[in-house]
């Protein structure tokens, strides 16, 4: 089987989840569902990163041991994954064993091949972000200096091992140029390449004023870097360092789906590291954007943070999801507002969708008792079911580029077409005059039901799979190689009493 490979970063566990954890995961999820249709093998793995200053601080506010504390935290990322009904084939905890042995292991191999020196650092660093910064990434107001979201840094001195970036600037370069969709989108890539243009330093990938992380062997209060640490989780999910063959398939076509705002450790720091250490890079790094709620940033102080578990409990887990992957092209900013959600909950899941399949299945049920009533036939390259059965080729093209709102474009299309198909088809008016071509009708959108219903599993999982129930089609029948007028459904087919699929919101 062909072999791929989804993360998520690992996320970080001083708060609660929020919209951003869960389009992340979402995204990883859609695309992982839809190889997995496509008969690939897949690895999809998430999890929480668990050490660091940040998280040592939360944890003493909280009057609790640090290890105490995220095995709290980190249930609430177990939790939010369960909730999203996910299919991921791992959860990293980076206070787990078999973690701290792949980064200890990870470090070890950058020390063999001289890519680590001790010395002192002295520079701005973020505890919100577990990031040090050079002065040209900051802003200056009188005295202090300032993230770009805003986050004052404190200067830093402290005894450092440190990782010879510098060295990569070149190297890195080169490897943008020969594979230039490594780093998507193009605006992502191009800030990426203007970054390490402007010149790389050596990178500070050990800490000594706290104590909660992995320990670097033979010092006495050196810990890792957290950044240093999280990304190795990426490895420790394929057995880093006894990585089979096999699993070095899956990391050859790894995709990492992250928020804009760790590109720079993603894009530069880790493949300097890999190329360091002579690992191959993974296929693929992919940015999304953020989202805003109703044109505002989102903030804890202002009360505005989106909620993902409640927004499933008022709305629906499919209808969430959705939204997510519709409203914004892959790779941009989105804003989020209930106004705007309902709007495309009723347009295109309400009506388009659920509309029709259940006012198409109940005439069906009342007529021709909820049995196929015919034996469709494909005209030419023009007829509909043709047109159906197109979509998937049109789909596969959009979802291997990452445009999935493309991809559930192409389907909604579809849908539209199917409802002026019935509408022209006046089946109410034509079973009175020639039964024989309702039925005949009424089964091209039946048998166009069964296609929509199996290339939709990816976006809305949950209500694919009882269109495909109600079509009372075979669990094992429900990959995208059926999607082929072979596998059509045949008359007399009984299908089962149609639900409604999905409620409208006023």
Same mark, same amino acid.
């Given at each position: 089987?062909?072999?791929?490979?989804?993360?998520?970063?690992?996320?970080?566990? /001083?708060?609660?989840?929020?919209?951003?954890?869960?389009?992340?995961?979402?995204?990883?999820?859609?695309? #992982?569902?839809?190889?997995?249709?496509?008969?690939?093998?897949?690895?999809?793995?998430?999890?929480?990163?668990?050490?660091? &200053?940040?998280?040592?601080?939360? #944890?003493? +506010?909280?009057?609790?041991?640090?290890?105490?504390?995220?095995?709290?935290?980190?249930? /609430?990322?177990?939790?939010?994954?369960?909730?999203?009904?996910?299919?991921?084939?791992?959860?990293?905890?980076?206070?787990?064993?078999?973690?701290?042995?792949?980064?200890? @292991?990870?470090?070890?191999?950058?020390?063999?091949?001289?890519?680590?020196?001790?010395?002192?650092?002295?520079?701005? !660093?973020?505890?919100?972000?577990?990031?040090? !910064?050079?002065?040209?990434?900051?802003?200056?107001?009188?005295?202090?200096?300032?993230?770009?979201?805003?986050?004052? *840094?404190?200067?830093?001195?402290?005894?450092?091992?440190?990782?010879?970036?510098?060295?990569?600037?070149?190297? &890195?370069?080169?490897?943008?140029?020969?594979?230039?969709?490594?780093?998507?989108? #193009?605006?992502?890539? $191009?800030?990426?390449?203007?970054?390490?243009?402007?010149?790389?330093?050596?990178?500070?990938?050990?800490?000594?004023?706290?104590?909660?992380?992995?320990?670097?062997?033979?010092?006495?209060?050196?810990?890792?870097?957290?950044?240093?640490?999280?990304? *190795?989780?990426?490895?420790?999910?394929?057995?880093?360092?006894?990585?089979?063959?096999?699993?070095?398939?899956?990391?050859?076509?790894?995709?990492?789906?992250?928020?804009?705002?760790?590109?720079?450790?993603?894009? *530069?720091?880790?493949?300097?590291?890999?190329?360091?250490?002579?690992?191959?890079?993974?296929?693929?790094?992919?940015?999304?954007?953020?989202?805003?709620?109703?044109?505002?940033?989102?903030?804890?102080?202002?009360?505005?943070?989106?909620?993902?578990?409640?927004?499933?409990?008022?709305?629906?887990?499919?209808?969430?999801?959705?939204?997510?992957?519709?409203?914004?092209?892959?790779?941009?900013?989105?804003?989020?507002?209930?106004?705007?959600?309902?709007?495309?909950? @009723?347009?295109?899941?309400?009506?388009?969708?659920? $509309?029709?399949?259940?006012?198409?299945?109940?005439?069906?049920?009342?007529?021709?008792?909820?049995?196929?009533?015919?034996?469709?036939?494909?005209?030419?390259?023009?007829?509909?079911?043709?047109?159906? !059965?197109?979509?998937?080729?049109?789909?596969?093209?959009?979802?291997?580029? &990452?445009?999935? @709102?493309?991809?559930?474009?192409?389907?909604?299309?579809?849908?539209?077409?199917? /409802?002026?198909?019935?509408?022209?088809?006046?089946?109410? @008016?034509?079973?009175?005059?020639?039964?024989?071509?309702? #039925? $005949?009708?009424?089964?091209?959108?039946?048998?166009?039901?069964?296609?929509?219903?199996?290339?939709?599993?990816?976006?809305?999982?949950?209500?694919?799979?009882?269109?495909?129930?109600?079509?009372?089609?075979?669990?094992?029948?429900?990959?995208?190689?059926? *999607?082929?007028?072979? !596998? +059509?459904?045949?008359?007399?087919?009984?299908?089962?009493?149609?639900?409604?699929?999905?409620?409208?919101?006023?």
């Amino acid at each position: 089987m062909k072999k791929i490979f989804f993360t998520t970063p690992i996320f970080y566990v /001083n708060d609660l989840p929020h919209i951003g954890h869960a389009y992340t995961i979402i995204i990883c999820d859609t695309l #992982a569902k839809f190889y997995n249709l496509d008969e690939y093998d897949v690895l999809f793995t998430t999890g929480t990163d668990e050490h660091g &200053l940040k998280v040592e601080k939360a #944890a003493k +506010k909280n009057n609790t041991d640090p290890k105490v504390f995220v095995d709290k935290v980190s249930q /609430n990322f177990l939790n939010l994954s369960k909730k999203l009904k996910i299919s991921n084939t791992d959860f990293v905890r980076t206070t787990e064993e078999r973690h701290k042995k792949a980064a200890k @292991n990870f470090w070890k191999l950058l020390e063999e091949k001289n890519q680590i020196y001790l010395s002192n650092y002295k520079g701005w !660093y973020s505890v919100r972000d577990e990031a040090f !910064y050079q002065e040209k990434e900051l802003t200056k107001e009188g005295s202090k200096f300032f993230t770009q979201d805003g986050e004052e *840094v404190q200067w830093i001195e402290e005894e450092s091992f440190f990782f010879k970036l510098s060295e990569w600037d070149e190297k &890195l370069l080169k490897y943008f140029d020969e594979n230039p969709d490594f780093i998507m989108p #193009a605006s992502r890539k $191009n800030e990426v390449i203007s970054f390490v243009k402007s010149g790389l330093k050596d990178l500070s990938i050990s800490r000594t004023s706290f104590k909660w992380g992995i320990k670097v062997e033979d010092t006495n209060n050196h810990i890792m870097y957290v950044w240093i640490d999280a990304l *190795v989780n990426y490895l420790t999910s394929i057995d880093f360092p006894k990585t089979t063959k096999d699993q070095f398939c899956f990391w050859e076509n790894c995709i990492h789906i992250i928020g804009k705002d760790i590109l720079k450790f993603h894009a *530069v720091y880790w493949p300097a590291m890999l190329m360091a250490a002579e690992i191959p890079l993974p296929k693929r790094i992919f940015a999304h954007g953020w989202w805003t709620n109703e044109g505002k940033k989102i903030s804890k102080s202002i009360g505005n943070v989106i909620d993902p578990n409640a927004m499933i409990e008022k709305y629906g887990l499919d209808q969430f999801k959705y939204f997510l992957l519709r409203e914004v092209t892959l790779g941009q900013d989105g804003d989020f507002s209930e106004h705007s959600f309902k709007a495309r909950i @009723n347009s295109e899941l309400s009506n388009n969708l659920g $509309n029709l399949i259940q006012r198409t299945l109940k005439f069906t049920s009342k007529n021709f008792k909820n049995k196929m009533p015919a034996e469709i036939e494909v005209l030419g390259k023009k007829d509909l079911l043709n047109e159906v !059965y197109d979509l998937l080729p049109k789909v596969k093209k959009h979802m291997q580029s &990452l445009e999935i @709102n493309k991809a559930i474009d192409e389907i909604v299309a579809m849908l539209t077409k199917l /409802n002026k198909f019935m509408d022209l088809a006046e089946p109410w @008016n034509s079973i009175k005059i020639n039964p024989k071509k309702t #039925a $005949n009708d009424l089964s091209t959108l039946i048998e166009c039901f069964r296609v929509i219903g199996i290339l939709l599993q990816p976006f809305i999982p949950d209500a694919s799979e009882e269109i495909l129930n109600i079509l009372n089609i075979e669990k094992n029948k429900r990959k995208f190689k059926f *999607v082929n007028f072979k !596998y +059509k459904i045949n008359k007399d087919h009984c299908i089962n009493e149609p639900k409604p699929l999905f409620p409208r919101y006023d």
